[in-house]
């Protein structure tokens, strides 16, 4: 299967929460430990521009549809929020439950890596869950290293958590 990928639009954001949402339960991908709802994102969504840190969603590169089918997005966001950090961003995949172990993942990042230099983008992060080892296998791949360890610092259900931050230099 190939896959192609898009900037999102604001009719894209219900799937996008709604592939979010699905990881919340297993309590390895992200930190919110609640469903999360369209309108709390929006502010979010419109920090997320083409030219400087884009949302894309993912689709089978086959389907014609009118309407085909979201199976996951990419989204880079600011690292720190400071000038001098400008060419450093976090990079999260979200991969929708039924599209999961199909290499779109893989697709994910290699496309995210290669585009980040054209946004001005020299380092790529990512923060993923030291329990999280699909994800860390994934960055491992693509050459991503461990710049740091957090240990602890999410507390899941009673149990604490590591966050591992991956980083990359791409250009």
Do not use: C, Q
């Not at 521009?49 to 997005?73: C, M």
């Not at 296998?137 to 740091?148: I, N, S, Y």
């Amino acid at each position: 299967m190939s896959f192609r990928h898009r900037p999102a639009t604001l009719n894209d954001l219900p799937t996008i929460v709604a592939i979010y949402n699905s990881t919340v339960a297993s309590r390895e991908v992200t930190a919110d430990t609640e469903p999360v709802t369209v309108a709390s994102r929006l502010a979010w969504f419109h920090e997320h521009t083409p030219e400087r840190r884009p949302l894309w969603v993912i689709e089978a590169a086959g389907d014609n549809s009118a309407e085909p089918a979201v199976l996951g997005w990419i989204s880079y966001s600011n690292f720190y929020g400071r000038p001098a950090y400008s060419g450093t961003a976090e990079v999260s995949i979200y991969i929708a439950e039924a599209s999961r172990g199909k290499g779109i993942g893989r697709y994910a990042l290699e496309e995210a890596i290669a585009f980040a230099p054209s946004i001005k983008v020299h380092t790529l992060l990512g923060f993923i869950f030291g329990h999280n080892e699909p994800s860390l296998g994934l960055f491992a791949k693509f050459g991503f290293e461990t710049w740091a360890k957090l240990p602890r610092v999410a507390n899941l259900d009673g149990i604490e958590r590591d966050l591992i931050i991956l980083g990359k230099r791409v250009a």
